[in-house]
């Protein structure tokens, strides 16, 4: 049994096309949204997740998932599926959404080393090979950050000990 350009972590979907209701696969991969032949298993379309837009409900059974694409065929696509699956199905794409995180959206954070004011850089405004400049102090000297950390405020609540803190 030979599994067609199966990849790991995949949920597949039995879905219907619209308005034609013919039945295919809808794959979710940790890269690639695929609706292949239910027959076949061969690939009819593939999109990477990174150009997964959005996706609502327009129905309990109905979902409308769009994506970025210049290509007109392949910006929009409205699937109806079992209720409880069409939830389900709702929840993996939002989730995929709101995983996304600023370098998915194109956004470089850097912290400046020397005055630690902390900005964020447009990817494609950044110009290759060229030192990102802190805007407050004009240092050269930033580092990139991957995981912002958590507001001041918090931070400095939790150092108070239990006996500073008094009614």
């Known amino acids: 049994h030979n599994q067609v350009e199966a990849e790991d972590d995949e949920v597949t979907y039995i879905v219907y096309t619209m308005p034609r209701n013919e039945a295919v696969f809808l794959t979710i991969s940790e ?10 298993q061969k690939t009819i379309t593939k999109w990477s997740l990174k150009i997964l837009e959005s ?12 994506f970025d694409t210049i290509k007109a065929d392949k910006k929009e696509r409205i699937y109806t599926v079992e209720d409880g699956l069409c939830q389900e199905l709702e929840r ?7 995983q996304r995180d600023l370098t998915e ?10 005055c ?36 001041p405020i918090e931070a400095a609540a939790e150092k108070l000990s239990p006996a500073a803190i008094v009614e």
């Not at 993996?92 to 709101?98: F, G, H, T």
């Not at 004011?117 to 030192?131: D, G, L, R, S």
Request: hydrophobic share 30%.
């Open 92 to 98: 993996k794409l939002r989730d995929i959404l709101s």
């Open 105 to 114: 959206m194109n956004q470089t954070v850097y912290r400046c080393v020397n």
């Open 31 to 40: 890269n690639y949204l695929r609706v292949r032949d239910t027959l076949t």
């Open 116 to 151: 630690t004011c902390q900005f964020a850089v447009e990817t494609k405004y950044k110009p290759q090979n060229q030192a990102i400049h802190c805007p407050d102090c004009k240092s050269s000297f930033v580092a990139e950050i991957h995981d912002i950390p958590k507001p």
């Open 55 to 66: 996706c609502d409900r327009i129905k309990s059974n109905t979902i409308r998932i769009n």
